[in-house]
């Protein structure tokens, strides 16, 4: 029998994987460069970054790895983790009142057979006050999270819209990924 082999340590995606009937799977984080060419777009960006993490993990033949990689562009322009709070702060005050787009590259991999997708999600901040970022900043929450903010936490509450999957923006299309499992034999319905 087939191994499913997350390879991530993300604990959202753990989580995600766990709510759609996935309770069974191996842990594998791959340790691998992450760089891209700087002529890719965004969701070439993701793709490419999704394929070298999945690239990065050994398994058997029958086993199917699923790997992901999720950022968060604001003009096209990378957001990324912010380094310390003021850092946040920069990212989070340029997302206030705007639009933004989070991207997803999902991998899915068995054998030498691999498939990769992407996700384009848009999200709109409302307008807060330095006060509301600064309180949220302290929480923590931003700290570990690419542009500053987690939308299954308090930084819901930034959040004015969204149009896309939601469980994008939390780093894993669920919907996507189970089209993507349907197609190497595995039925989550």
Partial sequence: MATIILGSGSPRR????????????VVSVPEVKETYPDT?????????LSAVKSCGI???????VITADTMVFLDDKRLGKPADGADALRMLTALQGRRH?????????????????????AVIFRAAT?????SYI???EPMDKAGAYGIQGLGSLLVEGIEGDFF?????????????????GLQLL
């Fill in 14 to 25: 753990r989580e995600l994987l766990e709510k759609i009937g996935i309770t069974e799977f």
């Fill in 40 to 48: 890719l777009s965004p969701a070439e960006i993701v793709k490419h």
């Fill in 58 to 64: 050994e398994s058997g033949e029958d086993d199917i």
């Fill in 101 to 121: 787009k989070v991207c997803t590259g999902v991998t899915v991999r068995r054998g030498e057979t691999l498939l990769t997708e992407a996700e384009e999600t």
């Fill in 130 to 134: 330095e006060e509301e970022l600064l």
């Fill in 138 to 140: 302290r929480s923590g």
């Fill in 168 to 184: 994008n923006v939390m780093g894993l299309p669920l919907l996507r990924l189970s089209r993507m499992l349907a197609q190497f």
